[in-house]
């Protein structure tokens, strides 16, 4: 009885102090679990804290008015985007695909060659209106095809052939390593001589024609910089004093673009034997220039035509003279730097040289266009 009792009270005791342990461990247990919570909440804070320190440009909150939703179906926008993505699907297929059209801003950048001179080109570019019939110059007779309207028609086939002869008259004088001087002063037609002379090596002239250049060269012309150059154009040093000694150069081809307003220059060339090549109106003289081209020279896009092309000549003729430079072959005569001659022997010899280069160079162009006229 006695042991029975003893085994009775202590489980009794056992059954009472149970739930206490349990519950004491249960409570250890959650309190450190909500440290740790703590612990790590403290942890993500600071690093927050850390992060928003160091950013330059925090992200901005969003505007609640800017990125308002909005319903597609009654956007103004969306229903026209909707209209035009509604007709290219319907009609897509209707029309045609424009063909290569006019540019003007190729005319300079990229020229046409001589090989390209056409009919439908000149005509393109307005070449064939002349003037009223009450202002024409009777020599141009032979260059108008008829009247319309009352304003004379120039032909165009006349055009051609004489941009033609011009462009082989250009690309002789710049393989023979001559000064070709491009000008033109009207309003417009700076940028087309710029590029006619880069493309042919020559000197361009956009502003007025200081009166006595060429006659009176030495003094208005004599304190501009010269250099002497070797076949292949390289700059070749050691003859400064050689080139004080020199007079003035002066061009061996002159490009007019309006020999209207520039007839004083012609008038130069004319003393001076320098052969010019004019664009010739209907009411403009065509015996002021050496070689005229009939064309309108009130048209831009006519005389950007002509200068490009006559730009284009001259920068085939340089490419012929650089291959024959690097084969040693040189088809001009060398200037020789201080030799004491006579100067007026000199200027005899250079004056005689000047003319048989040039009848030289418009015999062969005279040639070709016999056989290309038969």
């Known amino acids: 009885m006695i042991i029975r009792r003893s085994l009775l009270r202590q489980a009794r005791l056992l059954h009472q102090g149970s739930p206490r342990l349990w519950s004491r461990s249960l409570a250890t247990e959650v309190d450190t679990v909500e440290a740790s919570v703590e612990n790590s909440l403290k942890e993500t804070h600071s690093i927050e804290s ?40 319907v009609g897509g297929n209707f029309g045609g695909e424009v063909a290569p059209h006019y540019q003007p801003h190729q005319l300079i950048t ?19 209106l002349g003037h009223s019939t009450s202002l024409w110059n009777p020599m141009n007779s032979r260059y108008i095809f008829g009247i319309r309207q009352g304003i004379h028609i120039i032909s165009l086939d006349v055009t051609a052939s004489h941009l033609r002869r011009a462009c082989r008259i250009v690309s002789g004088v710049a393989e023979r390593a001559g000064l070709i001087l491009f000008v033109g002063s009207r309003p ?3 940028r087309c001589v710029v590029n006619a002379a880069r493309l042919a090596g020559g000197c361009h002239l956009f502003e007025r024609w200081i009166p006595g250049s060429i006659t009176n060269g030495n003094q208005i012309l004599g304190g501009c910089q010269k250099k002497v150059v070797d076949e292949n154009d390289n700059e070749v040093d050691g003859h400064e004093d050689h080139i004080l000694d020199q007079p003035a150069l002066k061009p061996d081809l002159v490009v007019c673009l309006n020999p209207l307003e520039n007839w004083v220059m012609l008038h130069e060339c004319g003393l001076n034997n320098i052969p010019t090549i004019g664009i010739i109106d209907t009411d403009a ?14 048209s ?52 005689d040289d000047h003319e048989e280069l040039i009848d030289e160079i418009a015999a062969e162009a005279g040639v070709l266009i016999d056989k290309e006229d038969d």
């Not at 990229?110 to 570019?125: C, D, F, H, Y």
Request: proline share 7%.
């Open 188 to 190: 417009g037609q700076d």
């Open 300 to 351: 831009l896009r006519c005389i950007q035509v002509i200068a490009g092309v006559l730009g284009k000549a001259g920068q085939e003729g340089q490419m012929r003279r650089m291959e024959k430079a690097k084969k040693g072959e040189v088809s001009y005569t060398p200037v020789e730097l201080g030799a004491d001659d006579e100067e007026d022997d000199d200027d005899d010899d250079e004056e």
């Open 110 to 128: 990229n020229p046409p060659s001589p090989s390209q001179i056409t009919l439908e080109l000149l005509l393109a570019s307005q070449s064939h």
């Open 285 to 298: 003289d065509p015996t002021w220039v050496t070689y005229p081209i009939p064309a309108n020279d009130d």
């Open 50 to 89: 850390l992060i928003q320190d160091h950013t330059t440009n925090p992200v901005p909150q969003i505007n609640r008015r800017t990125h308002r939703t909005f319903d597609y179906k009654t956007d103004e926008t969306v229903r026209r985007h909707l209209v035009i993505k509604h007709q290219n699907e």
